[in-house]
């Protein structure tokens, strides 16, 4: 239900030294003959406004004001605006009275309303001024620091319904995923890997190995239904007390099959002020998909079967699957708020979902679906500005650039075969050309476009970092933005430009559209594919601005049941390095690079590998279980890793 994203234009390369058709209302012909510097008030005015209309907050309920300040909401095209979203309504046709409207060339031509008009008139002034042939003398002030989203009033708890083997742990996991990558606080409180890590506990103590046949989760079995309660219980007491202290959605990763299960926890949360339930019951009846779950886990080094053969393993969890199913009951109970998915996104049912966060949640879950597929990413080729030094612009590819564009349709073709891909790439020219000989479907985003510098665009780092003289009154340097945003690289915001966590917000269509999407290749820019490459590898903010997306490197992501693989296919073909590490005075280790314990965290947060003990999870509320030095993670690394570099795989073409 994504907004697929508009047609692509015409592939033909064009120069920026030539004059580029527009469609007769286009901004940027209007701002074509306007080519004189802005005057430094006139720009300061135009930033200054823009900026506030940012942080401005829609009044009205809580639905409204969260929508108002989403992703989906920054992306939609802009239309009419309702009054709940704190814009004037126009006046009525047919009305005497006149309503001033944004003059002819403007991004909201004939908008009626007070703030679409501000937006028309900054954002001329700053397309005027990043035109001229000369930029204006510098703005007083430096650029922001854009703060994070209060979500301190978000509190969901997410209780998972369904059978083992059909997917609950998988939806949960890319849940997390996602609402972590938009700086949700968001943990999953698995009730089997409590199970597991108590009897892992018990058993180093000397207390023998806990029998977790399919016996233990017999209905029929007193001692086994009073422990699987406890651990429920205790798994939901956690689970609050996190949401209490910091948490926005804590997920319950269990089967909750009854209806008295589910009685209990939405009785206990209940009895929580803030705290909404949502149900999410994973229904699945496709024996293909069952089988391979099922496969899955015998095979994926479950230590419910350590010492089984493969076959006695899926013998015994089959069993255990007869045990609830015994017992299962579907979602039906009146007024209460639930998701079901069936099949793991062939069809969806959804039920009072109430307030933005549910929705979004909703939303999210009718993207997914299960086919095999892989998301390539690759930079454009090198650029004429990249051989400058220069940030932003819209320029040519170099000649090395070219020949990068010239080889990737062979790359691509050995890795896809006859299968079907789409291209998608920016608006910006150097990846239009990039892909210009691939023999793919091609679309372009504007959403794609890279970070905006805004009064840093076409400047070099050394031009920005210097210090201007006391003289030069028309010197274009920045030092204090530079330093600013060395201090906190993902949340800074340039002058009238964007920050990393403006690009995460417009990014959000294009995640959406993923999820729907099979076998896709993003030909984008630096920080636009370190914002995607952070969604599928699961990395925090703090390290995603310093990820390396190096030139003429084809990157694979292959998301997989509990993860995304990723190999690397470096070309031969020489061009500048772009990378500018994180600086040494916020290393972990003093030297640029991650210290072994922090490269594990990475490694274990990307990989594959299911976490049968929630060894990696990182609130501090789960339940405690004895530490021995048998339950240390233990993984050598044979290398320091860059910081925010991470490849499991690294394949090079010869």
Not at 43 to 62: F, N, Q
Not at 589 to 601: F, R, V
Request: glycine fraction near 6%; hydrophobic fraction near 35%.
């Amino acid at each position: 239900m994504s907004m697929p994203p508009p047609s692509g234009p015409s592939k033909k390369a064009r120069s920026p030294s030539i004059v580029r058709t527009q469609a007769p209302n286009s901004l940027m012909s209007d701002l074509s003959e306007l080519r004189k510097p802005v005057e430094p008030g006139v720009l300061a005015d135009a930033i200054s406004k823009l900026d506030t209309l940012r942080m401005t907050k829609t009044p009205g309920a809580s639905v409204a004001a969260s929508a108002a300040t989403s992703p989906a909401a920054s992306a939609s095209a802009s239309g009419a605006s309702s009054p709940k979203g704190g814009v004037e309504r126009a006046n009525p046709l047919g009305s005497d009275v006149k309503t001033p409207t944004s003059v002819p060339g403007t991004p909201h031509f004939g908008a009626q309303t007070e703030m679409l008009r501000t937006l028309d008139e900054s954002t001329k002034v700053i397309r005027q001024n990043s035109k001229a042939p000369n930029r204006a003398p510098s703005v007083s002030g430096i650029g922001a620091v854009v703060e994070k989203p209060d979500y301190s009033e978000a509190k969901i708890v997410v209780a998972m319904v369904g059978l083992p083997a059909r997917g609950k742990s998988y939806l949960s996991n890319r849940l997390m995923r996602y609402l972590r990558w938009l700086e949700y606080n968001v943990e999953v409180f698995n009730v089997g890997q409590l199970r597991r890590s108590k009897a892992r506990a018990a058993q180093q103590e000397g207390k023998g190995k806990a029998d977790h046949s399919a016996q233990f989760f017999s209905h029929s079995d007193q001692k086994s239904n009073l422990a699987r309660e406890k651990l429920a219980e205790e798994s939901l007491e956690a689970l609050i007390d996190w949401l209490k202290k910091e948490g926005n959605v804590g997920i319950m990763d269990a089967t909750n099959s009854t209806f008295d299960r589910r009685e209990k926890i939405r009785h206990r949360v209940a009895q929580e002020s803030g705290l909404q339930l949502l149900y999410l019951e994973s229904f699945c009846n496709d024996p293909a998909v069952i089988a391979a779950n099922v496969a899955l886990k015998a095979s994926s080094g479950d230590p419910d079967y350590a010492g089984m053969s493969r076959e006695e393993a899926e013998a015994d969890f089959r069993k255990r699957i007869a045990q609830y199913e015994a017992v299962y009951q579907t979602i039906t109970e009146p007024g209460i708020s639930f998701c079901r998915i069936l099949n793991v996104g062939q069809q969806v049912t959804m039920n009072r979902i109430e307030g933005y966060l549910q929705s979004r949640i909703a939303f999210y879950l009718m993207n997914l679906h299960l086919k095999p597929r892989s998301i390539y990413l690759s930079r454009h080729g090198e650029s004429m500005y990249n051989v400058e030094g220069k940030i932003g612009g819209d320029s040519d590819l170099s000649p090395r650039g070219w020949e990068y564009a010239k080889a990737l349709p062979e790359l691509v073709k050995k890795n896809i075969g006859d299968t079907p891909l789409e291209v998608w790439t920016s608006t910006l020219q150097r990846t239009i050309q990039t892909g210009s000989m691939l023999p793919f479907e091609k679309k372009t985003w504007k959403s794609l476009d890279e970070l905006d510098a805004g009064v840093c665009d076409g400047m070099t780092y050394e031009e920005i970092e210097a210090s201007a003289p006391a003289w030069d009154l028309n010197s274009q340097k920045y030092p204090e933005d530079y330093e600013a945003r060395d201090d906190d690289k993902f949340n800074y915001r340039y002058r009238g430009g964007e920050s990393y966590r403006d690009v995460v917000v417009r990014l959000e269509p294009v995640i959406m559209e993923l999820e729907r999407q099979e076998n896709i290749l993003i030909i984008g820019h630096q920080a636009i594919l370190r914002c995607l490459y952070a969604y599928f590898l699961s990395l925090p903010q703090e390290e995603l601005p310093y990820i390396k997306i190096p030139l003429h490197t084809l990157i694979k992501i292959t998301p997989m049941a509990y993860g995304c693989h990723e190999e690397r296919y470096h070309l031969p073909i020489a061009a500048v390095d772009t990378h500018r590490p994180k600086p040494n005075k916020h290393s972990k280790t003093g030297s640029g690079q991650l210290d072994a314990n922090a490269a594990e965290e990475v490694l274990n947060r990307s990989g594959v590998k299911r976490d049968y003990f929630g060894d990696t999870a990182h609130h501090s509320d789960k339940p405690k279980v004895p530490e021995t030095p048998g339950t240390q993670v233990q993984q050598a690394l044979e290398k320091a890793v860059d910081a925010g570099d991470v490849a499991p795989k690294v394949a090079q073409v010869p």
